[in-house]
Nanobody, 125 residues
């Protein structure tokens, strides 16, 4: 599976953005998906995850209630709707797939491979 993330950009505080992650290749294999982000000088952190069926989602406390992860139909595209953006949301956002975690979700980077190339989100104050 190869992943292509898109949708990043420069927005203002309170604006919205929708990130997309398109999977190609062996997309018939089941996999859960996650979004992570990495701000300058900081470690990569978990943002949101969704299981294969789309029935289970998980969010970090910092984005819960503002971000929504979803899967398209077919399941090979995953979205991250980001509302009420804040300057602290500024980061490079990465999507990743997990074939080892399928029916539930994981916050641990160790479970995810492959990763997309990242898309930059910048929120100005």
């Amino acid at each position: 599976v190869q992943l292509q993330a898109s949708g990043g950009g420069l927005v203002r505080t309170g604006d919205s953005l929708r990130l997309s992650c398109a999977a190609s290749g062996r997309t018939r294999d089941p996999y859960s998906m996650g979004w992570f982000r990495q701000a300058p000088g900081k470690e990569r952190e978990f943002v949101a995850a969704i299981n294969w069926a789309g029935s289970t989602t998980d969010y970090s406390d910092s984005v819960k209630g503002r971000f929504t992860i979803s899967r398209g139909n077919p399941k090979n595209t995953v979205y991250l709707q980001m509302n009420s953006l804040k300057p602290e949301d500024t980061a490079v956002y990465y999507c990743a797939a997990s074939r080892s975690v399928v029916f539930v979700t994981s916050r641990d980077v160790i479970h995810y491979d492959p990763w997309g190339q990242g898309t930059l989100v910048t929120v100005s104050s």
